[in-house]
Structure formats: structure tokens, C-alpha cells
């Protein structure tokens, strides 16, 4: 990684000259009044703003608060280390094995994105104040959370694996799709179809035979003559749609929502404890230190 | 060795070499006759008015069903194969990723040569690799690259023949489309209205790659349309030029169209109409001068470039025969020119349109100040994909019917400003799909005189390849899931379709070889061929 020594050298110059300024020549101090370095920073911040907008927000979401798709930049949590060197190191070579790809960028595009996130306030996110263990017996237990959802290899397989949810979204993400899961629908399995690589929806879809079955599920795959639902008894269904009656699509979550007569507050705090912890297994970006 | 046997062998070389090369003369006048020999495929759109339709019967609406596939060739490179191969006496050449190309013998797949290009690492190309094919001339093949040159490739062998900068990739200059070539030139625009470009497009002579002649998409100080750009805004005015023109042999003028104004999405420092972004050109095919223009989009703010093939077509209109130009627009609007003069005679929406409220008597948008972008957002239908894009449409003369792959989607516009830097991205915003809804498409048959959808078969996603039809009554279209469709060009049924296994990046072209009729469709890296049972 060229660009972090490069960063090295420019900090170590900048002090050098710092000192020199102070102690003994008075030409290093009128290179540099800070009047300068402020309005450069914000040129930065602003060039920062423009290349997230343009490259991170549609996953990240517009203001970096976190999208259905990447995570909450602003939670001050970096999964992939907080360092300049490593959010530089995470934009440029992305995090193998997630959905946050490679990125080429140049060196002071990187730096700017990074100005920028600096420059964000602070999520108001939620102090986590849950029981953790407790969340985890609630997840597999009276909850039935686990019927759904896989976490390291045990659960259902109907809704997102959330092995690396922690690192993936917000506190008031995860509220609010315990909550209400049809707020902000989450994102299936990547479209094959879609030009950008977009995932498919989790649409609930129903398929009505022309025996008149219906069955309900969610589509692993589908294309204009056929579709690949996961049922509500998470079995396999393969269907030409040429063969059946009916495929509806329906802009609603399968999973049912957890209002507080079903989930109370502090039940609902330590499943949300619980999730936070599940980040998965920890993958370093290359270049990282 | 001696002199008298070098001397007689010589002899025996260039008589072999004249008589195969008269065999494979492609000559202007047979591509101006391009329909008169359907067994090949000689331009870009198979003929010069835009087309895209065969008059080979052979594979009809009765036999369809029984379409088999023959053979596959494997380019190499996975991603957008967006090329239309040429067929020429029974070889097809072809173009892939990263300016590949290469030829191969029609029957059976087998690859004669093969040609890559040695490209700088550091390209800055919008939407992928791609290339959409060669044109020929003569024993000539032309390629317009990546790093924007134009290429002459033997065809017999692949060599080189000569390579010529049109314009410099550092500033994210690139080509993208296959050349149109008309006489002795070959025609080329140019891509990077994603990068501030200033848009051209090049006439090169066929023999010596020579410029002849430069048309300035983006007018420079003193030229009629300058004053369409505030301040220097012009300077990065993109208006490219990335997908081939078609020709009209008689009137002797090529029709153009023209995409983007930069930044695409942000136009608050550029105010104006922003000629000659979003329009057709009609250009003079010998001297490049502009004979008329007609703007589809001033001023644009979602990325509707009217880089849709202009279709020619000779019609009533009004009770008077007349050379019309149609094109169905990116923007959502169909549109009917009178293609002497560029006057504008019709025009309706032919899907799900938010921008505007409708087109005036004289052509002009009247455009729906509501739905401007805003910096938070804005919903605007169609995305900015639009409801067409480049891929072909196909007129029908059988049926008047001009087919059009559509995309269902609308777009959330944000809006925000933003600084040219050479050779970087200069979009001035993002869009994302409508999270409320998932982008779909389909393939639409408009009345060529009304706009009107007499039939509409739906896609599951949104389409990124077009249409091809036949005198067998067979429309064929690819679709983004990987399915490859023939249907009733007079009611849209499906007839027959395969599964390909990659998105459709392009359109099907017909021929015959040996009495029998092939399609032709790129899926992923390869190219495959129909043929019936």
C-alpha cells in the first residue's frame, strides 16, 4: 500500500516544518496559516461528500447512517479498524467474503471520503443496555427467532443469516426490523439479472397451482419463465410459470413483526444486545495493519 | 533460389491473392445493398436505415419451436458481450471485452483468428469493457477502441493495418460503438459523457486512417449553438456520440444521435439548452456539416441520452408519402421526424413517464418543474436507464411495427454540484432504483405512425438487449435473466426460448450458410447459434 507511507511522510513534513517554524524561520510560518489548511480540509470534505454520494450512498445510504445493505458508518463501530490506515485499506481493497467490494479510487479521493466520514456527527444510536446471553436464549428459544434465521451454522433458513448482522447494521436498524420488519425491507440473494449485481428483494411470494395450492415463500431465484421459492416449510419449490396459475409478488416481510405484547422492551434490549455481538467471522482486509 | 522460378512464384502469389480478395470485396455498393443479400449481415443494424430486420423465412412462426442449438464460441472474456457480429460469405467477426475480436467460420464455430488489443492499464470507461461490434470494408475489418483509437484489422488474418488516436484516453475519451462505414470512410463517435468529454464524432478514411473530417457535438466560441452553454461549461459538455448513425444513400445524410450533457446529472453550472446533448444530428456524408439538428431533452438532468438507433422509414403520413426518421427515446417519448429536414412531426410517450408532462407543438418538452431533482431525492420516471436504451430496436415492414426492449423503472435523482477534474467521473449526483419497487422490462410493438403498443410480452428484469425481426413472422430479443426469446412478431406469444446462463448484452443478427438459416445471440463469453432441427 503506497499511500499510507506516503500519508507517514506527509504528517512527518508537516511537523518538521511546524517545529522549524516555531523555533527558528519565519518563512515556513507564512507558507502555512491555518486559514489555508481550514478551507483546504473543507474543499476536502466537500469532494469527500460528492465521491460517497456518488460511490458508497446506495448502499451506505445518503447521509452514511447505514442503508439495507451496508452498514451504519456514523455508529463509530469499524468492524475492519477505525484508523485512517485501515478505513483506507477496507475502501480500497473492500472486505472479501462481505458485500462491500474493491474500490478504485485514487489516494486523495480515499482520503477525501474519509475527511468526510470524519466530518459526520455521531449516530444517535442507542446505548446498548441489553443482556447479551440472555438475548441469545431468547433468539434460539421463546422468541423463534432461530426458526428463520441461521447464526454460525444453526438456525432456519428462511430469513437472512445473521452470523455478521453486528457489524452489518444499525441498533435502530435492528429495533426497527424487530419491530416492524416491512420498514425497510431487506435484500435477498444477489439478482443475477440485475445490470448493477443488485440483490432481489425479500418479496413474499405466492405461487397458486392450477390445482388451486398456494404455496408461500420467498424467491431464491426467478427469471421471466420460472421461479425458485424457499416455502414457509423452508423446502425448495421449482415452478415454470407457464405451468401454474398465479406467481404474486408482495412488497411485505414473511417474518411476522414483534410488537411489545408479543417482545417487551427489555426482552426486545437483549435480543438487540445479542445481534450486536454476531459479527461473524473476522475477516482482515488485505493491507490492513 | 533463382531469380526467373522468385519472379514466376510471385506471379502465382498475386494471382491467388486478386482472386481471393475480389471474392471477399465488400464493397459501398454492396453494403448500400445490404437487403438484397439477407444470407449476410453487413452493418451494424444489417442495413443502412436502421432496420435490424432480415428477410430470411426460413425459421417462421410454424417451425420456431424447433430451434436447436448448433454451436458456441467462446470469446474468453466474462462480462457485458454487447457486440453485433458481421456476417461476410459464410464468416461472422465479431468483437468482445477489452477490444477483442475475431473470426470464425459460420457453420461451425471454428475461429479463423483471433485479435486482442494491448490496452493502457488506467482506462476510465463508464459501464464496462465493451465493444459492439466491427464494420468492413473491402478486405478491411474497423474497430474503434477503448483507449480511443480506430483500428484496421485484415480480415482474412486479423493483422494490423493501421491505428490512429482519435482522442486521448487520459482524458477518459473512449469508444465504445462499431463503426458505420459510408463510402470510402468509417464513422465513429465518441463515449465519456460520464467524464466531462467534449463530444465529436470522426470520419476516417478507410484506406490510410487519415482524418477526414470532425464534427463537434459540443459547439466551440462563434459556432451557431455555443451560446446553449453558460460560462465554460461547454468545455466538459459530453454530448458523446456512443452508438452507430445510419445512413440515407439518396438524401446523402447521416443521422447521428447524441447522448448526455455532463455533469448528467447536475445542472446548475450549466445553464442553457446545452446543444447538441440529446439530439439527432443529421450530418452531410461527405463533409461532416451539420444540415439539421433536433433536440429530444435541453437541458437534461436524468442522463436520457438519445443514443437510440434512428430508424429510416418511407411511410404516409397524412396522406402524403414521406421519409420519416422514428425513434422511441430513452426520455419516454416516441418520436416521428421528417428526416429531409429534421422537422418535428410527432410525438407520445410509450410507457410510464414523470418528467414531463408532455411534448408542444413544436417539439419541446414541457417538463414537470416539480419532480427537479432535489438534493434529498427525487422520484422520476423513467430512471435514469430510461424507458429505452442503446440496445436495437427493429422495424417490421410486414407488420409496420417498430419493436422497443423496455425498462420499467424509476429512479430517486438527488442533486448535488460537483468539480471536472480531467479523466475523473463528472456526474454531479447519484440515483438509485425506487426501493419500493423492482425494476422490470418488456418488449414493446409500437404502431410505427401512432406510438400506440399494440402488444407488450413482460420481462422479469429490465431488458440490456435488443431486437431482431424476420420475414418469418419470428421477432427474437434477449433478455437481462439470460433468456434468449423468439415471439409472433404479430402478437408477441412466445414461440420458443433457452436459457443462456448470463445476461443478453446485445442483439440478434440473422444469416444463411450452406440453405440453412442461423441466429446468432452473445451471452456472457460466448456467442451461440440457432438453427432449426
Known amino acids: 500500500m503506497s499511500s499510507q507511507p506516503k500519508i507517514f511522510r506527509a504528517v512527518l513534513l508537516l511537523l518538521f516544518l511546524s517545529l522549524v517554524g516555531s523555533t527558528s524561520s519565519s518563512k515556513a510560518q507564512t507558507a502555512k496559516p491555518p486559514g489555508i489548511a481550514i478551507a483546504r480540509r473543507a474543499a476536502e470534505v466537500r469532494e469527500g461528500a460528492s465521491l460517497f454520494r456518488a460511490n458508497c450512498s446506495p448502499c451506505h445510504g445518503l447521509g452514511a447512517y447505514g442503508g439495507g445493505r451496508g452498514p451504519d458508518l456514523t455508529s463509530g463501530r469499524w468492524t475492519h479498524g477505525s484508523s485512517d490506515e485501515a478505513i483506507f485499506a477496507t475502501i480500497t481493497h473492500g472486505v472479501p467474503g462481505t458485500e462491500m467490494p474493491a474500490n478504485a479510487f485514487e489516494d486523495s479521493e480515499v482520503r477525501a471520503i474519509i475527511a468526510y466520514l470524519r466530518s459526520l456527527a455521531p449516530s444517535k444510536d442507542e446505548a446498548i443496555t441489553g443482556n447479551a446471553k440472555n438475548g441469545d436464549r431468547l433468539f434460539h428459544g421463546s422468541a423463534a427467532c432461530g426458526t428463520c434465521h441461521m447464526v454460525s451454522g444453526s438456525g432456519g433458513l428462511l430469513g437472512p443469516d445473521l452470523s455478521r448482522v453486528g457489524a452489518a447494521r444499525s441498533v435502530t436498524y435492528l429495533v426497527d426490523s424487530i419491530r416492524d420488519p416491512n420498514k425497510d425491507l431487506s435484500l435477498g440473494m ?29 424467491a431464491r431465484n426467478e427469471d421471466t419463465f420460472s421461479v425458485q421459492l424457499m416455502a414457509t416449510d423452508q423446502r425448495l419449490h421449482f415452478f415454470l410459470k407457464s405451468e401454474v396459475k398465479s406467481v404474486v409478488h408482495e412488497r411485505a416481510s414473511l417474518m411476522p413483526p414483534y410488537p411489545e405484547t408479543f417482545l417487551s422492551a427489555s426482552d426486545l434490549n437483549d435480543i438487540v444486545a445479542y445481534l450486536v455481538t454476531l459479527r461473524g467471522q473476522r475477516v482482515e482486509a488485505p493491507g490492513a495493519k | 533460389m533463382k531469380k526467373s522460378i522468385l519472379i514466376a512464384l ?297 443514443t437510440q438507433i434512428p430508424v429510416l422509414v418511407d411511410a404516409n403520413w397524412e396522406g402524403q408519402p414521406r421519409k420519416l426518421l422514428v425513434q422511441a427515446n430513452r426520455n419516454g417519448f416516441y418520436y416521428v421526424l421528417d428526416r429531409t429536414n429534421g422537422k418535428f412531426l410527432f410525438a407520445t410517450p410509450y410507457g410510464n413517464v414523470t418528467w414531463a408532462k408532455g411534448i408542444d407543438a413544436a417539439g419541446k418538452p414541457i417538463v414537470n418543474d416539480a419532480l427537479v431533482a432535489k438534493p434529498e431525492g427525487t422520484r422520476v420516471c423513467p430512471g435514469a436507464t430510461g424507458l429505452t436504451n442503446w440496445y436495437s ?85 434477449g433478455a437481462a435473466d439470460g433468456n434468449f426469446i423468439a415471439l409472433d412478431a404479430r402478437t408477441g406469444s412466445d414461440l420458443w426460448h433457452v436459457q443462456l446462463g448470463a445476461a443478453i448484452y446485445s442483439t440478434a443478427v440473422t444469416f444463411e450458410v450452406a440453405g440453412k438459416q442461423y441466429v446468432l445471440i452473445p451471452s456472457g463469453s460466448a456467442l451461440f447459434a440457432f438453427a432449426l432441427q
Open chain 2, 393 to 477: 430496436p427493429s422495424f417490421d415492414p410486414d407488420t409496420s411495427l417498430l419493436y422497443v426492449a423496455t425498462s420499467n423503472e424509476c429512479d430517486i435523482f438527488t442533486n448535488s454540484p460537483q468539480q471536472y477534474r480531467a479523466g475523473h467521473d463528472f456526474i454531479g449526483s447519484v440515483y438509485v432504483p425506487d426501493p419500493e419497487e423492482r425494476p422490470s422490462g418488456s418488449l414493446k410493438a409500437l404502431d410505427v405512425h401512432t406510438g400506440e403498443v399494440k402488444w407488450s410480452f413482460p420481462f422479469f428484469s429490465n431488458p440490456w438487449g435488443g431486437v431482431l425481426s424476420t420475414a418469418g413472422g419470428v421477432v427474437f430479443v
Open chain 2, 10 to 306: 510471385m506471379a502465382v502469389a498475386a494471382l491467388l491473392a486478386s482472386a481471393t480478395t475480389l471474392h471477399a470485396q465488400v464493397t459501398y455498393e454492396r453494403l448500400r445493398n445490404a437487403p438484397g443479400e439477407p444470407q449476410n449481415w453487413l452493418t451494424y443494424s444489417g442495413r443502412y436505415s436502421g432496420w435490424r430486420y432480415s428477410t430470411l423465412d426460413q425459421i417462421n412462426v410454424n417451425n420456431a419451436a424447433h430451434l436447436a442449438m448448433r454451436w458456441a464460441f467462446q470469446v474468453g472474456d466474462l462480462g457485458q458481450f454487447e457486440t453485433t457480429p458481421l456476417v461476410v460469405d459464410g464468416v461472422i467477426y465479431g468483437s468482445g471485452q477489452n477490444n477483442r475480436a475475431f473470426a470464425i467460420d459460420a457453420r461451425t464455430g471454428r475461429a479463423l483468428w483471433r485479435y486482442q488489443r494491448n490496452l493502457p492499464d488506467k482506462l476510465q470507461i463508464c459501464c464496462g469493457m465493451d465493444n459492439r461490434g466491427l464494420a468492413i470494408l473491402g478486405d478491411r475489418l474497423f474497430m474503434a477502441t477503448l483507449d480511443g483509437h480506430v483500428v484496421a484489422l485484415e480480415a482474412k488474418t486479423g493483422n494490423l493495418l493501421w491505428d490512429v488516436t482519435a482522442a486521448d484516453y487520459r482524458k477518459a475519451y473512449s469508444f465504445t460503438l462499431a463503426p458505420l462505414v459510408v463510402k470510402n470512410e468509417v464513422i465513429v463517435g465518441v463515449s465519456g459523457g460520464e467524464y466531462g468529454v467534449r463530444g465529436f464524432i470522426d470520419a476516417y478514411d478507410a484506406a490510410t486512417g487519415k482524418r477526414l473530417w470532425r464534427f463537434d457535438t459540443v459547439p466551440g466560441p462563434g459556432a451557431p449553438g455555443h451560446e446553449s452553454w453558460s460560462g465554460d461549461s461547454w468545455k466538459t459538455g459530453g454530448a458523446p456520440a456512443w452508438i452507430t448513425g445510419t445512413f440515407d444513400p439518396e438524401l446523402n445524410l447521416i443521422y447521428w444521435p447524441t447522448g448526455n450533457p455532463a455533469p448528467s446529472n447536475y445542472g446548475g453550472d450549466r445553464a442553457g439548452d446545452n446543444l447538441y446533448s440529446n439530439s439527432m444530428l443529421a450530418l452531410d456524408a461527405d463533409t461532416g456539416q451539420l444540415k439539421w439538428y433536433f433536440q429530444f431533452t435541453p437541458h437534461d438532468l436524468y442522463d436520457y441520452d438519445a
Open chain 1, 190 to 218: 444477489t439478482d443475477p439479472n440485475d445490470h448493477y449485481g443488485l440483490p432481489l428483494l425479500y418479496d413474499t411470494v405466492t405461487v397458486t397451482t392450477n390445482s388451486g395450492e398456494k404455496i408461500l415463500g420467498v
